[in-house]
């Protein structure tokens, strides 16, 4: 089955300072990738689509100049915390979509990524 | 746009007792539906999905749903659950290719 990987898994950082986040499809293209961010014991929300060689589509209430999203190939995107503080402590999850297949372009999900932010 | 109802947040059971995680789902367009279980400080990982098809869907781990439409239900079920099912589980539902995800059911399973 389709793969998804992401790097770091988790990340420990000071207050003030960026984090990058990949997201690899292994075995698969993903002209589109989605970024997620989960609270402890809530569910995910969606945070941007990120489309290969075009700018992400951010939802209502997420600051794209501070979630930084780039897709820069057709199996990579990176998602960048830029200034980061303790409330961006988070697990962020991204997934890409196969959009290879003639039916229904599944999602895959990553492993998610632990940020703690001191 | 849809909308997932995950209508129980927590639901204990003993081993090897029946379990059933409610779904509700709302959209104006046919959809495609979804289970996932996640373990603790791990990512998603698919139990099983409708897309079309045989309305009652098997997936991995012994576990099966029913999609009824007339209901607007994707109900999750396991017919004897173990203590190694005890995890968080979320329905999704996708439309239009963007997937919405249900607050999430904590299954717990007790010896």
């Known amino acids: 089955g389709a793969v998804v990987s992401q790097h770091p898994s988790r990340v420990i950082c000071k207050s003030g300072t960026s984090v990058k986040i990949e997201c690899r499809s292994l075995d698969f293209q993903a002209t589109t990738m989605f970024w997620y961010r989960q609270f402890p014991k809530q569910s995910l929300m969606l945070m941007a689509t990120s489309n290969e060689g075009s700018k992400a589509t951010y939802e209502q209430g997420v600051e794209k100049d501070k979630f930084l999203i780039n897709h820069a190939s057709l199996t990579l995107s990176t998602l960048t915390v830029t200034s980061a503080h303790p409330e961006d402590s988070s697990f962020y999850i991204c997934?890409?979509?196969?959009?290879?297949?003639?039916?229904?372009?599944?999602?895959?999900f990553g492993p998610g990524t632990r940020l703690t932010v001191l | 746009a849809q909308s997932v109802t995950q209508l129980d947040s927590q639901v204990p059971v003993f081993e090897e007792a029946p379990v059933e995680l409610r779904c509700n789902y709302s959209?104006?367009?046919?959809?495609?539906l979804f289970w996932y279980v996640q373990y603790p400080n791990q990512g998603l990982q698919l139990l099983l999905k409708y897309l079309s098809g045989s309305t009652l869907v098997k997936g991995i781990n012994g576990f099966e749903a029913e999609f009824n439409k007339s209901q607007t239900s994707f109900h999750l079920r396991k017919p004897s659950v173990h203590i190694s099912d005890t995890a968080e589980y979320f329905c999704a539902v996708s439309e239009n290719n963007d997937m919405r995800f249900g607050a999430g059911t904590r299954l717990t399973v007790k010896p």
């Open positions: 959209s104006s367009v046919s959809v495609y």
């Open positions: 997934s890409a979509r196969d959009n290879s297949a003639s039916f229904y372009n599944e999602q895959f």
